[in-house]
């Protein structure tokens, strides 16, 4: 089934906004979803999942990164560059595994490569 444009953005957005693996982003996504998650950091109302300290952590890592002005600059730049984004819903997702090792879950899952080249591993 594909994915809706709220969760596509959602995913991207998480995708500029936090590490593979992300543990806190993780723990938001599976109680409250992806668009949730997004919201969640945008309005800066810790959920009650979270202790205070641990939400103003999580959130001054990845609020910047979630300003709308922001993720509408990736998404600017990723049309302007003609990259594209998959999520696990679409078809030519790469199933090889990834998900075992961490890697994409928390980023949203953007990849941007051609679809019949490798993806190359590059940390941030």
Request: net charge neutral; with cysteine.
């Amino acid at each position: 089934m594909p994915t809706d444009r709220g969760e596509r953005d959602a995913r991207i957005a998480l995708a500029g906004a936090c590490r593979p693996g992300d543990p806190v982003t993780g723990r938001l996504i599976d109680a409250y979803g992806t668009v949730e998650t997004v919201a969640i950091a945008r309005s800066g109302k810790r959920p009650a999942l979270l202790t205070d300290a641990g939400f103003e952590t999580w959130l001054a890592q990845v609020a910047p990164a979630l300003d709308p002005g922001a993720c509408e600059h990736r998404a600017r730049l990723t049309e302007e560059q003609a990259l594209t984004t998959l999520t696990p819903d679409d078809a030519a997702w790469p199933h090889t595994g990834l998900a075992a090792h961490g890697a994409c879950r928390a980023r949203g899952a953007c990849a941007a490569c051609p679809l019949d080249a490798r993806p190359q591993r590059t940390d941030r």
